[in-house]
């Protein structure tokens, strides 16, 4: 069993964590939707949903709650991403995946679209890790 409940501090503040995958063996919901959360972690997994995919979840999030931060790490998808994803990320060998079905660029689009950047930082030219906000 995965552990998906834990609590953060934040500015002084604690938040409790739950986790979510639609893989039902990696999370303890049946409804992501149902939450009222003041953060979202979304921590390589955008690349992993069709642009279309991604602005319904986008949409979702926004309605859950329309004052949620969005905390978001993005593979680049450079030779380097490539190479490390390639060599060394176990992938479950029984199913077969699509690893990602969005470009970083196209990714980035989708967000700017929707939300104002709050925050960035690069993690060694492999990906972007940023905070974003909707906008009002």
Partial sequence: KILSRF?????????DYIGYDIDKKYTQMEDYRKLKPDFIFCIN???????K??????????KMNNNVKLITAIPK????????????DPV??????????????DIQKVLKDKCNLINEKDY?????????????
Avoid at 53 to 62: A, V
Avoid at 97 to 104: A, D, N, R, V
């Fill in 7 to 15: 609590k953060f501090k934040y500015n002084k503040k604690f938040f």
């Fill in 45 to 51: 997994v955008l690349e992993h949903l069709t642009l």
């Fill in 53 to 62: 995919e991604l602005k319904i979840n986008l949409n979702n999030f926004r």
């Fill in 77 to 88: 998808m450079n030779w380097l991403s490539n190479f490390l994803n390639n060599n060394f």
């Fill in 92 to 105: 479950d060998e029984s199913k077969e995946y699509e690893i990602h079905k969005s470009h970083f660029r």
């Fill in 124 to 136: 060694y030219f492999i990906q972007k890790i940023q905070s974003w906000e909707f906008k009002k």
